[in-house]
Structures are given as C-alpha cells and as structure tokens.
Nanobody, 118 residues
Framework: QVQLVESGGGLVQAGGSLRLSCVAS????????MGWYRQAPGKQRDLIAT???????TYVDSVRGRFTISSDNGKNTVSLQMNSLKPEDTAVYYC????????????WGRGTQVTVSS
C-alpha cells in the first residue's frame, strides 16, 4: 500500500503560479512512476504529467511548456510547478504513483483544489 498526501493548491489569478507537492509513504520502495492527474468540474480525470524513476518526464499538450514535474526520490516526493496559469487549469489535482512490486498498482491522493480566476 502507498499513501499520498498533496499540498499547495489554492486560488490564483490568471498568469500566476502555484506549486503542488505530494509526499508518498508506505510501500514506496517499488514506485517507478509518479505523476499528476486533474479533474475539472463535469469532466473526466486526466493524466497531465508523469516522471519515471530514471527522470523521464511526459506532459499533455495543454500544459507542456507551462508546468514542470519533478521528484526527489530520496524523500519520496513529487512536485508540479505550474506557471502561466489559465482559468481552464481550474480543477482538482491528484497525485499519482504506480508501484510495481507484484504487478502494477496505481494509487491516487485525495486531491487538492486549484482555482484560477480570470
């Protein structure tokens, strides 16, 4: 089992920045992917950024160039630096990890609200 706790959400004006952080605990030894999902009101939860244990990152087009994902494996943390925020970035953001001890297991945090005002 892996437990995830996010922090750093809030209200920001368009063009501003926020930094989300997530701390993993429990069976962290076998985590090989960390990332962030988001879910806007009335929409599905979408994966927006990932980072693997070797540091490879991926982003969806809508956030590439504005968001930066990073991790500190020694502290089992993953962060998302969000710059040039837009109202359409408003969503609940969920930390995500994949743990591959016996098969692949996915875990999500409870989420943190990000609201971008125009």
């Amino acid at each position: 089992q892996v437990q995830l706790v996010e922090s750093g959400g809030g209200l920001v004006q368009a063009g501003g920045s926020l930094r989300l952080s997530c701390v993993a605990s429990g069976s962290v030894r076998f985590i090989n992917v960390m990332g962030w999902y988001r879910q806007a009101p009335g929409k599905q939860r979408d994966l927006i950024a990932t980072i693997t244990s070797d540091g490879t990152t991926t982003y969806v087009d809508s956030v590439r160039g504005r968001f930066t994902i990073s991790s500190d494996n020694g502290k089992n943390t993953v962060s998302l630096q969000m710059n040039s925020l837009k109202p359409e970035d408003t969503a609940v953001y969920y930390c995500y990890v994949r743990e591959s001890n016996i098969g692949d297991r996915n875990y999500w945090g409870r989420g943190t609200q990000v609201t971008v005002s125009s």
